[in-house]
């Protein structure tokens, strides 16, 4: 089992969004093959009642069903979400560890103690990165936690906009500020060769994630977190 996540330190960075677009493309992916979950430790349960809506949801289904042919199979082995504590987690993880390939988790915006024990857990993470002073120092702070977990992690930059801060960022940052944080830390690769940047666009956001039909990846951002993650 590979157990995946894409953090920081920092609410709004995209991580539970870029989480739920990994997770629901990578199950259609290897559906058949492997075994995918999704771990939500957010104790509003967001993503669990995100799965029961969309499940109601006639658009959603008939979306799936113009998408594949055994969408009705897709639909009856959907990959769980699971809403734990830290605790039932690693409570859980030996059995979880026997079942499933990938699991994805999903957490909340903040640092907790007990927390750590999780990450120690992980085999890769992503570090959304948006060019913004708090955001910056928040996902550096990260960087160096992980660093000290001895957990491998990579960064890119979500809601790349057209200013010289995230030009600097994102040319410069790391070599002149994350290495320092973490000397092993790798930048994660998009379609041309460089630093994986996501454009912030309406498509993007949160309203349109779903944990049943696969993100429209035009660009393939999911693809290169996806890539990154598993490899």
């Not at 993470?125 to 955001?135: G, K, R, S, T």
């Not at 944080?181 to 309406?202: A, C, M, T, V």
Request: charge should be neutral; charged fraction near 30%; hydrophobic fraction near 35%.
């Amino acid at each position: 089992m590979k157990v995946l996540s894409i953090a920081t330190r920092k609410g709004g960075a995209g991580k539970s969004t870029w989480t739920v677009y990994c997770t629901t493309t990578l199950f259609h992916i290897v559906f058949g093959k492997k075994k995918v979950a999704l771990i939500d430790f957010d104790e509003q349960r967001s993503l669990a009642n995100k799965r029961a809506k969309e499940l109601k949801n006639e658009e959603v289904l008939s979306i799936l069903g113009d998408m594949f042919e055994d969408y009705d199979e897709r639909l009856k082995k959907l990959f769980p979400v699971y809403t734990f504590t830290y605790k039932e987690y690693l409570e859980k993880y030996d059995t979880l560890k026997d079942y499933f390939d990938y699991v994805f988790l999903d957490f909340p915006g903040r640092i907790e103690s007990p927390q750590k024990d999780i990450i120690k857990t992980i085999d890769k993470v992503a570090i959304p990165m948006v060019a913004d002073e708090l955001d910056i120092e928040s996902g550096m702070s990260y960087m160096k936690m992980c660093h000290s977990l001895d957990v491998k992690c990579g960064w890119f930059l979500n809601k790349e906009s057209r200013t010289t801060y995230n030009k600097q960022v994102k040319e410069s940052a790391h070599e002149d500020y994350f290495l320092h944080q973490n000397p092993n830390l790798e930048k994660i690769i998009g379609h041309n060769g460089d630093l994986l940047s996501i454009r912030d666009r309406p498509e993007t956001y949160r309203k349109n994630r779903s944990t049943i039909i696969p993100f429209d990846d035009e660009e393939q951002n999911v693809y290169h977190l996806i890539k990154f993650l598993i490899s």
